[in-house]
């Protein structure tokens, strides 16, 4: 039995008096590939935006390869994360955002390579190379030079994966990574995302509405509702089999609508 | 006789007028330096307060807030007999001209920080969560992501104040500071006729706020809407 390299521990969040995540207990193992589905509301982006450190969690403990997440061990209890222990965790996962956020103002190239050599202090060449490795992997070769704004939103959204992966991370986080593309865009960027989740054995945790595509690609399919894990199972069990009412009316809502 | 040049105040008001237009651009070109000066002033501490403003800190933030209210709430000219009579009588001893230029910068500071904090807020959310999660120090994220971004928002309203300072550094003549409104007025005081130079001085100043304003929209025009662009 594996140590899970993600593992949310009774973890509560609350804006004021509105809980999102409700004493959630939720683990994934190394190199799992996790969707996570739901009614919008749900907490799912939650799970992903705490984890990249975007948020601060009210309570519970989560542990990251090892180690607590927003709390550091001194004197054999649980302290508050100091900036450098968040930045030392940060370090261990990328993320790839619905609306790509990518930096307009840099060219493709730059928008790959400036954290690499700013805070990983990789030699610019270095960066290049592994950058222009990417661009190849997500298609994009010939757009380096280009800056954001002139390219399509599948295209952005391909640097957008490329630039998370030039970190090296262990895990990767995907935001509803097609949810802002039209329609005919959303293929292109799940092919990157599916060969991703084929070729490496990166933890890859992804929040979307493509049903099908989680069905193809995820080891496990987790249904939130109201801030926990309501259900969770293989693609299989949970699409052809789901055993919650409350997520069978969801997929039915969603497959249908 | 002024900087060398004397006025013909024999054959009728256009001599008069070409005799002392030389005087006059003369005093222009105090005039153009002051307002640099004082905006190059307001630009380099109006930043330094607006990332004061906006520190995480509130033993921070708040002095800021208060100094720059504290700018801005107090006339010019208390600020300038301020800098000039008050500090001389404690032995800091400025030159008119420097005086007058950091009377103008301070309180234009305290509107220039407003101006880059909206241009700073108005970056989307994401830029900075992007940031964040691609673990950028807090330093590289304002000067590589948000200031790139935010600069070219905010020239308009820059050039808005530049215009604004030019029209005040007239208010500099009180600490004999000779910037054109000064010259016009001592040529007046000496030949009796106000109307000529003071007219002159108007049309010179709608001239250049003019021009000035051209060159602000031609630089806004030429600007990158995305930010200062990075290869």
């Known amino acids: 039995m594996t140590e899970p390299i993600i593992k949310f521990d009774k973890v509560v969040k609350k804006y004021g008096t ?14 799992e590939k996790v969707t996570i589905i739901g009614p919008s509301g749900s907490g ?25 997440l927003w709390h550091e061990e001194r ?7 100091s900036e450098a222990h968040l930045k030392k965790m940060r370090a261990k996962l990328g993320m790839v955002f ?20 700013n805070v990983l202090k990789l030699p610019k060449a270095e960066a290049r190379d592994r950058a222009e490795q990417l661009l190849k992997m997500v298609g994009l ?36 990574p097609t949810s802002a593309l039209d329609p005919e865009l959303v293929g292109e960027v799940l092919n990157v995302i599916g060969s991703l989740a084929a070729e490496h054995d990166l933890t890859m945790l992804l929040v979307t509405h493509e049903m099908r595509f989680a069905r193809e690609v995820s080891d496990r399919i987790c249904f939130f509702d109201r801030g926990k894990v309501k259900e969770q199972g293989t693609p299989e069990q949970i699409f ?8 069978r009316e969801f997929l039915k809502a969603v497959l249908e609508g | 006789m002024l900087f060398g040049f004397s006025w013909d105040t024999s054959h009728g008001e256009l001599a008069f007028a070409i005799s002392i237009l030389p005087i006059l651009l003369m005093g222009l070109v105090v005039t153009i330096e002051a307002s640099i000066a004082g905006f190059a002033v307001a630009m380099v501490l109006g930043l330094i307060f607006a990332v004061l403003k906006g520190a995480p800190s509130r033993f921070i933030s708040w002095p800021a807030t208060f100094i720059t209210e504290f700018f801005r709430d107090t006339p010019l000219l208390v600020q300038l007999f301020f800098l000039y009579y008050v500090l001389a009588d404690h032995g800091v001893i400025l030159p008119a001209f420097l005086t007058g230029c950091l009377a103008l910068g301070v309180q234009y500071s305290a509107y220039t920080a407003e101006v880059y904090r909206a241009g700073i807020e108005a970056i989307p959310k994401g830029q900075r969560e992007a940031a964040r999660a691609l673990d950028f120090s807090a330093r590289h994220t304002f000067t590589h992501i948000i200031l790139p971004q935010a600069v070219p928002r905010v020239i308009p309203a820059f050039g808005n104040y530049l215009v604004s300072i030019m029209k005040d550094v007239p208010v500099l003549s009180v600490v004999t500071v000779l910037e054109m409104l000064g010259v016009a007025k001592i040529i007046g005081d000496q030949t009796f006729d106000y109307l000529v130079p003071l007219t002159m001085v108007g049309g010179i100043y709608l001239i250049l706020t003019i021009v000035c304003s051209g060159i602000v929209r031609y630089v806004d025009m030429s600007l990158p809407k995305t930010g200062i662009p990075l290869k």
């Open chain 1, 18 to 31: 509105h809980v999102v995540l409700d004493e959630l207990d939720f683990d994934v193992k190394p190199g």
């Open chain 1, 240 to 247: 052809s089999n789901p055993k919650e009412a409350r997520t």
């Open chain 1, 75 to 81: 004197n054999g209890t649980l302290k508050p994360a």
């Open chain 1, 98 to 117: 619905q609306q790509f956020n990518l930096f307009p103002h840099m060219s493709v190239m730059r928008n790959i390579t400036e954290a690499p050599i």
């Open chain 1, 141 to 176: 070769t010939e757009h380096a030079h280009k800056f954001p704004s002139q390219l399509s939103g599948g295209q952005q959204q391909r640097v957008g994966i490329a630039r998370a992966l030039a970190m090296r991370p262990k895990i990767m986080l995907f935001d509803e």
């Open chain 1, 44 to 68: 799912k982006s939650t799970v992903l935006r705490i984890l990249m450190t975007l948020e601060e969690i009210s309570s519970g403990v989560i542990h990251v390869d090892g180690e607590p």
